[in-house]
């Protein structure tokens, strides 16, 4: 039984794109993009001001969609796998395999209970879960443009202070996302500090307003305790910098799924730790170029002119080769 405050198709601004591992491991929980009019992008491709580096994936496309889109898509998988939905429904708290709903006129019993509900997550309070290891936050705000994407690649622009994401999600639109640690600059500020990119956008529509989100580098001390865990961006998140937040919670739910026909949580904290080492490795590497204006200025050219050393960190970031190998 699923419980949420709002129904779907639920948005969230973010960056709206798969990589290739996204993909794959959505193909394992049975959710396929076929059929849908989706963007596609073969790579990475970052831009300064004075020159670019870019990469194909080692295997496979990426691919942009719209986040109402991919949110329908789960609910109708999680309905044909037999979840009950209850939208509109507030949880109140927490008992001992119970919860409360509604202002606590109602409550439901529950073997398991999985605290789902995002970066400030009020279950994660209840459960007595909210003891960091590290907490950082930056802010993101996202349009869409109607207009053809004009690279085979998703393109990330670098500038001092702020970075933006290229995203294309159909044949004639791309989503932009502009990201920095200053809650008031909103994305046409982040585009005067990106001149090659709002050239790019000039003429182009805007389809949607404005929205924004807070991007986190959470790390929980435990995303379990008794029989309540945590997952998603509940459980800790890396920066959106990464684009790895979707795929992380997908590989986090077969995960838990695992440790319950177990019966062991414990099983998922190890798990849950695991699958978080390479997102949070490439999330301070990625981090450091957005704090250091100086190393952004050398490694960016210094990947342009040894291309291997870029395809290396691509390679990394999609899963092909891991961390301790790097």
């Not at 491709?45 to 986040?67: A, H, Q, Y």
């Not at 970075?163 to 996302?177: D, L, N």
């Not at 000039?202 to 307003?209: D, F, G, I, L, S």
């Amino acid at each position: 039984m699923v419980a949420d405050a709002a129904e779907p198709p639920i948005d969230k601004p973010c960056g709206e794109g798969l990589m290739p591992d996204s993909l794959d491991v959505l193909r394992d929980l049975g959710v396929s993009l076929d059929g849908l009019d989706y963007g596609e992008f073969r790579g990475i491709r970052f831009l300064d001001s004075r020159v670019s580096v870019k990469s194909t994936f080692p295997s496979g496309m990426g691919r942009g969609i719209r986040r109402t889109v991919l949110h329908q898509l789960l609910v109708d998988r999680a309905a044909n796998a037999g979840v009950t939905f209850l939208w509109r429904t507030r949880i109140a708290g927490l008992g001992v395999h119970r919860i409360s709903l509604n202002g606590q006129r109602d409550s439901v019993r529950a073997r398991w209970i999985v605290g789902a509900d995002g970066g400030q997550s009020q279950v994660r309070t209840w459960a007595g879960l909210d003891q960091y290891r590290s907490n950082t936050r930056r802010y993101g705000f996202r349009r869409h443009y109607r207009v053809a994407s004009w690279s085979e690649y998703m393109e990330i622009y670098w500038a001092s202070g702020v970075q933006a994401y290229v995203t294309p999600i159909s044949s004639s639109e791309v989503c932009v996302a502009v990201i920095s640690r200053d809650p008031t600059l909103r994305l046409q500020q982040g585009l005067a500090k990106l001149p090659r990119l709002a050239m790019r956008l000039a003429h182009a529509e805007a389809t949607t307003t404005e929205g924004g989100a807070v991007s986190a580098s959470l790390a929980i001390r435990s995303v379990y305790r008794d029989e309540v865990a945590l997952i998603g961006d509940a459980s800790g998140s890396v920066d959106a910098i990464t684009g790895e937040g979707l795929c992380l919670s997908f590989r986090q739910a077969l995960a838990l799924a695992s440790a319950m026909e177990q019966g062991n949580l414990a099983a998922y904290q190890a798990e849950h730790r695991r699958l978080r080492r390479r997102p949070a490795f490439m999330s301070a590497l990625m981090l450091s170029l957005d704090s250091h204006d100086w190393l952004r200025r050398s490694a960016i050219p210094a990947m342009a002119s040894v291309p291997l050393v870029f395809r290396g960190l691509l390679s990394l970031h999609v899963g092909a080769v891991h961390v301790g190998a790097a």
